[in-house]
T-cell receptor, first 115, second 112 residues
Framework: AQKITQTQPGMFVQEKEAVTLDCTYD???????LFWYKQPSSGEMIFLIY??????QNATEGRYSLNFQKARKSANLVISASQLGDSAMYFC????????????FGPGTSLSVIP | DAGVIQSPRHEVTEMGQEVTLRCKPI?????LFWYRQTMMRGLELLIY????????DSGMPEDRFSAKMPNASFSTLKIQPSEPRDSAVYFC??????????FGSGTRLTVV
């Protein structure tokens, strides 16, 4: 069965520090994509970063980077130089090409940035 | 690019009434998804379409829920009759193949 696990329901980080949000997944599909989304208190879902299962390098987008370890089935999000505006829920998601591009989401991690 | 447009933003209705949620995807996106978000269950995929054709509706809770995509620029999610446990935020999202997709702002549904 395909499943996403985010083991940290809540995290705190000091402003300007780096933080890692964990995501592990379980699938037997050879081809998939991994995503991270941010949901601030206003409710909208904001796409942050994408990693393909065959990508050789870890994805980076500004202050966001994805620590992709395929053998361990983990796709942790690293946020560098945290800002107060980073306080939000963060969701890890996976898309399965062999399952007609179905996407499932993890339960989310609530990140609070402390001044 | 106006993004994914959902309407209404908020809906309050009485139990037993029909509710219709609307979505306009981004032009050129082949996939359209309907999600429901609650505190208890998180984000649940209800149904998704590829080129206007429903691909997987296994997430639709029960027969009271139905979704249509009559053309590439419009989709509806209908609940009839609505129940208080249907109260949630309903998101529509669209995407091109395999990349991250864009969410609409959501419809907050309250059934009293």
């Amino acid at each position: 069965a395909q499943k996403i696990t985010q083991t940290q329901p809540g995290m705190f980080v000091q402003e300007k520090e780096a933080v890692t949000l964990d995501c592990t997944y379980d699938t037997s599909d050879p081809s998939y994509g991994l995503f991270w989304y941010k949901q601030p208190s206003s409710g909208e879902m904001i796409f942050l970063i994408y990693q393909g299962s065959y990508d050789q390098q870890n994805a980076t987008e500004g202050r966001y980077s994805l620590n992709f370890q395929k053998a361990r089935k983990s796709a942790n999000l690293v946020i560098s130089a945290s800002q107060l505006g980073d306080s939000a829920m963060y969701f890890c998601a996976m898309r399965f090409k062999t399952s007609y591009d179905k996407v499932i989401f993890g339960p989310g991690t609530s990140l609070s940035v402390i001044p | 690019d106006a993004g994914v447009i959902q309407s209404p933003r908020h809906e309050v209705t009485e139990m037993g009434q029909e509710v219709t949620l609307r979505c306009k995807p981004i032009s050129g996106h082949d996939y359209l998804f309907w999600y429901r978000q609650t505190m208890m269950r998180g984000l649940e995929l209800l149904i998704y379409f590829n080129n206007n054709v429903p691909i997987d509706d296994s997430g639709m809770p029960e027969d009271r829920f139905s979704a249509k995509m009559p053309n590439a620029s419009f989709s509806t999610l209908k609940i009839q009759p609505s129940e208080p446990r249907d109260s949630a935020v309903y998101f529509c999202a669209s995407s091109p193949q395999l990349r991250g997709y864009t969410f609409g702002s959501g419809t907050r549904l309250t059934v009293v």
